[in-house]
């Protein structure tokens, strides 16, 4: 069942995690290909991470599926070197997506961390996926909701680089083109990241045996196939999207949505009040609503 799950979003971010001198835990790769943020506040860890690349994430797989996995140590599958952090109370890392690792404690410990998904990341995170997949990975054990989340990541990010395309339509405002300009361009990591991820969606609508564990579209997204038809569109440059007498989606009488967008669009999208910095920011729009109830983004309609 690829019904899309609808619920609160996935409490992963924040962990707290008190350790014993001694505890170990071995080599593996963090769920959905997951980064992840790590704060000693006291005590001490010592980290060995080996680099998500295909020879690594291939020795990874052969040796969590082998039947000698509890008597031999991963380093008797590694292709590569494994390097060592040593964090000391005060010291944050940053693990980035699919990097494999494995975590000793010499001292009693307390960290805070957690989990977070990018779209930068997106490919490796979609390799991640995938390794889950092959190793038969229990959906307990798996990023909640990750397919709910992929589709909407690809909404938000039309949204903003729709707005965006707005902006930089008006060349006698340097304001907004500013703010397109700072806020609305992806990085060339985000760009690949976003394309892979809707190549990605695509074929779970065509194959319904493909990545089983990935939801479909959730109720706010009327055509799936339409929505990724526009991501691509945008990616390209294709300008703002023309919406026949839309204005945006502050919940106002002859408010449209644009056409992938479900009827309850309104309530499920303030999409620049997102709670991260860069593409998805409310910083690009916020600074020029007012009133509070003035619509946040106005689409072009067919006699603009």
């Known amino acids: 069942d690829k019904s899309a799950v609808v619920a609160s979003p996935p409490r992963v971010q924040k962990y707290v995690l008190m350790s014993v001198a001694g505890s170990f ?3 593996h790769v963090d769920f959905g290909g997951t980064s992840v943020w790590y704060h000693v ?37 590694l292709k590569g070197s494994v390097g060592t952090v040593r964090l000391n109370a005060g010291d944050t890392l940053v693990i980035p997506s699919g990097w494999i690792h494995a975590v000793y404690t010499p001292v009693d410990s307390m960290v805070f961390g957690g989990n977070f998904l990018c779209s930068a990341h997106a ?18 054990m798996r990023f909640p909701a990750v397919g709910t989340l992929m589709w909407y990541a690809v909404l938000r990010a039309c949204d903003a680089l729709n707005a965006a395309a707005l902006f930089r339509d008006r060349p006698n405002d340097p304001h907004d083109r500013a703010v397109a ?21 695509r074929r779970t609508l065509t194959d319904a045996a493909f990545s089983p564990f990935v939801e ?9 196939a339409a929505l990724l038809d526009t991501l691509g569109m945008l990616l390209d440059g ?50 020029l609503v007012a009133p509070a109830r003035r619509p946040l983004v106005r689409f072009h309609t067919a006699d603009d």
């Not at 060995?48 to 690349?53: I, K, S």
């Not at 992938?260 to 669009?265: K, N, S």
């Open 123 to 140: 490919e490796a995170q979609l390799r991640v996926i995938a390794l889950e997949d092959q190793l038969g990975v229990h959906a307990s």
């Open 41 to 77: 506040l006291r005590g001490a860890k010592v980290m060995y991470l080996a680099a998500p690349t295909p020879a690594n994430l291939q020795a990874f797989r052969t040796w969590s599926s082998s039947d000698a996995q509890g008597s031999v140590p991963f380093a008797g599958y």
């Open 216 to 224: 479909g579209p959730p109720p706010c997204v009327l055509d799936g």
């Open 238 to 287: 294709a300008g703002t999207i023309r919406i026949g007498g839309g204005y945006g989606f502050d919940g106002s009488a002859g408010v449209r949505a644009p056409p992938w967008r479900g009827p309850d669009a309104s309530d499920k999208v303030r999409v620049f009040f997102a709670p991260h910095s860069g593409l998805l920011s409310a910083s690009s729009v916020a600074p």
């Open 181 to 201: 300009a700072r806020k609305g361009t992806p990085t060339p990591a985000e760009r690949g990241g976003l394309a892979a991820l809707a190549k990605f969606l």
């Open 25 to 27: 835990t071995d080599f």
